[in-house]
C-alpha cells in the first residue's frame, strides 16, 4: 500500500448509469486500504433543468432520483473504511439530497454521517439576472428560464472535506472537479499549482464518462472486441502528488483497460486539446502520453497546467416548446417507395408549419440531417422493411400535435400497407451557455444540520 | 510502391463527444506508424467534405502526435445540438463511425500494420484475464 497515492473510483457517469457499479469499485477500494473517493458523476448538461422541473412539482426533489439505488448498497461500508463520496448528485437540490441521505444512513442503523452541502452555482435568482441578460445579449426576451447555474470548481469540495465532511453533495460543479477537490484536499496542493491541478483534472475527466474509460462504448465485435460487457468494472483513478495518475479497474470485472481505449476518452468532448478549460485549470494535452504498465492500468502523464481563466460556464434552460414525433411502418415490395409517398402526403399536409424531419429507419436513422439534404440526394434503395419517422418542434402545442395527427391519418388516406403508428408528443427545454465573471459567483459549503433542518 | 484504398477504420479508431451545436470527433492510429498517413490524408477538408450534408461552419483539425492521434472539431453539425434537433441521435454520436468509412490509400509496407475483421474473439460471457 502506498499512503503517496490517492485512489478516486467512479460508479457513475451520467443520471441514468448502471445502478450496481458501485460495489465492486467499493471492494477493490477496501482491499486497496489507502486513502480513497468514491464519486458519482452524474449531471449532462440537460438534466439539471429536468431536476429543476421535478422540484417545482415537489420541493422535496430536484435531486438524482436514483440516489437510493446507487447509496444504499456501499453508504455502510463507505463510512465504515473512511471512502469519502463526493457527487453531484445534488442536482437542483443538493440540500434535499442530503436530507435523504441522512435518511438512508438512519434506515440503516448507521451512525449519522457529516454530509458537506455546496452551494452558490444556481445563478437563476435576481441577483444575477443582470448578468444573464447581459451574458446572453438579449437572447432571454420573452422566455422563461427554468434553471440557470454556473460551474463551480473544486475548492468548495476540497474545504469541505478538509472541514472533516465524509461525503459531500453539490449541483453543478464541473465533472473533474469532482476529482480534482479531494486531491487538493489530499495531498495539501494550493490552488494554483497548474500543472498538478491539470493532471488531477484529466484523471477525472477520464473518470467522470465511468465505464468508458474501462471498454464501455468501445467494442465493436472482430474489430475492437472487449469482453464482459454486461459486468463492467467501473473506473478508479490512482492518483499520486504530482496528479499524475494510473487508470484501473476492479480486478474480476468485466472490460479492459488499455492505450487505445483511454486515448478514446482522453479526447472525449475536448475541442483544443492545448487549452481544456475548467474552472480549476487550463490543462494542456499537447505532450500527454498514455502507457500501458501493466494488466488493466494504463499511465496519464505529460499534462500540464495553464493559469485558470477569470470566467466561469454557465448554463441557461429555457422551455423552448415541443418535440412531436411520430413513426408508421411499411414492408414487402416497394416499402421504401411507399414511405418516402408517405413523408411527401404528410409534407404536404402541414407545409408551412416549419422544418419537418424525415428519417426512413431501414436505409437511414441518423445519418441525415434535418434540412433532408442527404435523404433527396439518395434513391430508392429498394428496401423492404421501412420505418418513416417524422419529427417536428414548436413553440405552439396545438401545431406540434398537428402531426402526429396527420401520421394517424395515413392509416386510410396514405399509401397501401402502412401499420403500427406510433407518436409522442414532448415538452422541450433549450440550453444557453455563456461566461459570467468569477467575481460575480459564491461557491460555498455547509455541514447539513438535521436538526436546523426540522426547526 | 504499391498502394491500395483501405477504409480509415482500419488504420484508426476514434469517438465522438458533443458540447451544444459542436461535435469532435477523434481519429486515433491504430500503431505509430501509420500517424504520418492520417496526418497527410484526414485533413480539414476531406473530413469537410465527408461531413458537406451536415453543412458544417468550421472544422478544425488539432494534432496530438504524442499520442498519434487528431482531434477534429465540427462546428454547427448537430442540427442546433441535443436540445434543438430532430434526429434520434441529437447528440452526433454516431458521426465517427461515418468518418471512420472514409477511403485511405495505404502504401503496402504499411499494410502489416492495419487492423483488420476477425471472428469476434470474446463473448459477453468470456471471463476477464485477470489483474496483474
Known amino acids: 500500500m502506498n499512503k503517496d497515492v490517492l485512489r478516486v473510483g467512479c460508479a457513475a457517469g451520467f443520471s441514468g448509469d448502471r445502478t450496481d457499479a458501485a460495489r465492486p469499485v467499493v471492494d477493490a477500494l477496501i482491499e486497496s486500504g489507502g486513502p480513497s473517493v468514491l464519486i ?7 438534466t439539471l433543468a429536468l431536476a429543476q422541473i421535478a422540484r417545482r412539482a415537489n420541493p422535496q426533489l430536484g435531486y438524482e432520483p436514483l440516489l437510493d439505488e446507487m447509496l444504499r448498497p456501499v453508504l455502510a461500508d463507505c463510512l465504515a473504511h473512511g471512502i469519502r463520496i463526493v457527487s453531484n448528485f445534488g442536482a437542483a437540490n443538493p440540500r434535499g439530497a442530503a436530507r435523504r441521505i441522512a435518511e438512508l444512513a438512519q434506515e440503516l442503523n448507521l451512525p449519522a454521517a457529516r454530509i458537506a452541502v455546496v452551494s452558490g452555482d444556481d445563478v437563476s435568482g435576481a441577483d444575477h439576472r443582470d448578468a444573464l441578460n447581459s451574458g446572453l445579449q438579449g437572447a432571454l426576451a420573452g422566455r422563461e428560464v ?34 480534482v477537490g479531494p486531491a487538493i484536499a489530499h495531498f495539501g496542493w494550493r490552488v494554483d499549482e497548474w500543472d498538478r491541478l491539470a493532471r488531477a483534472t484529466m484523471a477525472g475527466h477520464l473518470l467522470e464518462c465511468g465505464a468508458q474509460v474501462t471498454g464501455g462504448y468501445y467494442a465493436d465485435p472482430g474489430l475492437k472486441d472487449v469482453a464482459g460487457l454486461a459486468r463492467l468494472g467501473y473506473p478508479i483513478a490512482e492518483i499520486d502528488l504530482d496528479g499524475q495518475c494510473v487508470i484501473t479497474k476492479p480486478s ?20 483544443d486539446p492545448s487549452a481544456y478549460v475548467t474552472p480549476d485549470v487550463v490543462a494542456d494535452l499537447s505532450d500527454a502520453q498514455v502507457r500501458q504498465v501493466g494488466g488493466d492500468r494504463v499511465l496519464l502523464h505529460g499534462v500540464r497546467g495553464h493559469p485558470r481563466t477569470d470566467s466561469l460556464k454557465v448554463n441557461v434552460c429555457c422551455a423552448s416548446g415541443w418535440l412531436a414525433e411520430a413513426e408508421i411502418s411499411y414492408a414487402g415490395a416497394r416499402a421504401e ?42 434513391p430508392d434503395s429498394g428496401a423492404t422493411d421501412v420505418r418513416l419517422r417524422m419529427a417536428l418542434r414548436h413553440a405552439d402545442r396545438a401545431q406540434a400535435e398537428r402531426l402526429a395527427r396527420e401520421m394517424v391519418a395515413l392509416y386510410t388516406c396514405g399509401p397501401a400497407g402502412g401499420g403500427g403508428v406510433r407518436t409522442s408528443l414532448r415538452p422541450t427545454l433549450g440550453t444557453l451557455s455563456f461566461l459570467m465573471q468569477r467575481r460575480l459567483v459564491a461557491p460555498r459549503y455547509d455541514f447539513f444540520d438535521p436538526q436546523q433542518e426540522r426547526a | 510502391m504499391t498502394t491500395s484504398i483501405e477504409p480509415l477504420w482500419r488504420a484508426a479508431h476514434g469517438r465522438t463527444g458533443d458540447k451544444g451545436n459542436r461535435s469532435n470527433i477523434s481519429v486515433i492510429a491504430w500503431h505509430p506508424a501509420l500517424y504520418p498517413l492520417l496526418v497527410a490524408q484526414v485533413t480539414e477538408s476531406a473530413v469537410a467534405q465527408r461531413f458537406a450534408h451536415r453543412r458544417p461552419a468550421r472544422v478544425q483539425r488539432f494534432l496530438l502526435p504524442s499520442l498519434h492521434a487528431m482531434n477534429f472539431v465540427l462546428d454547427d453539425v448537430l442540427d442546433g445540438g441535443v436540445n434543438d434537433s430532430l434526429n434520434l441521435d441529437s447528440h452526433g454520436k454516431a458521426l ?31 471471463q476477464e484475464t485477470p489483474s496483474t
Open chain 1, 146 to 179: 427554468v434553471s440557470a447555474n454556473a460551474y463551480l470548481g473544486a475548492e468548495p469540495i476540497a474545504s469541505a472535506l478538509t472541514a472533516g465532511a465524509q461525503i459531500v453533495v453539490c449541483g453543478r460543479v464541473s465533472d473533474p472537479s469532482l476529482t
Open chain 1, 40 to 46: 458519482f458523476e452524474t449531471l449532462a448538461e440537460r
Open chain 2, 96 to 126: 465517427s463511425f461515418l468518418l471512420l468509412d472514409m477511403p485511405l490509400e495505404v502504401p503496402s509496407e504499411l499494410h502489416v500494420h492495419l487492423a483488420s475483421i476477425g471472428p469476434p474473439t470474446t463473448s459477453p460471457h468470456t
Open chain 1, 337 to 378: 417507395g411507399r414511405a418516402r409517398l408517405a413523408a411527401g402526403i404528410v409534407r404536404e399536409r402541414l407545409a408551412g408549419i416549419g422544418p419537418l424531419r424525415v428519417d426512413l429507419i431501414g436505409v437511414s436513422s441518423v445519418i441525415a440531417d434535418d434540412a433532408g439534404h442527404w435523404l433527396e440526394a439518395v
Open chain 1, 252 to 271: 474480476g470485472s468485466g472490460g479492459r483497460v488499455d492505450e487505445h481505449i483511454v486515448k478514446e476518452q482522453l479526447l472525449y468532448e475536448v475541442h
